[in-house]
């Protein structure tokens, strides 16, 4: 069984940092990556990372967080600095099958305060 399990969100203030982790248990994957909704908005991509460790990012995050991972422990990182309010969303961790299922981790709730 797949389980995507968050930690470390929590409330900073703008200009802050925060670095979420997310362990997965019941498989190895390809590509992991981090998404956010924040109320009353669709859920977007933040950032994902392969297993060779090839990244993207969503514009608005570019510069200011990092996505990382540590396979021998099937953990992913984001590391987020110079948080904006507007980063004030919950965080999940996501991953996919070959075959296309996809997973999510529960959330962890993000908040900046200005």
């Known amino acids: 069984q797949v389980r995507l399990v968050e930690s470390g969100g929590g409330l900073v203030q703008a200009g802050g940092s925060l670095r979420l982790s997310c362990a997965a248990s019941g498989g190895i994957f390809n590509t992991m990556g981090w998404y956010r909704q924040a109320p009353g908005k669709q859920r977007e991509l933040v950032a994902t990372?392969?297993?060779?460790?090839?990244?993207n990012y969503a514009e608005s995050v570019t510069g200011r967080f990092t996505i990382s991972r540590d396979n021998a422990k099937n953990t992913v990182f984001l590391q987020m600095n110079s948080l904006k309010p507007e980063d004030t969303a919950v965080y999940y961790c996501?991953?996919?099958?070959?075959?296309?299922?996809?997973?999510w981790g529960q959330g962890t709730q993000v908040t900046v305060s200005s």
């Open positions: 990372i392969t297993y060779g460790g090839s990244t």
């Open positions: 996501h991953t996919r099958r070959s075959s296309g299922y996809e997973y």
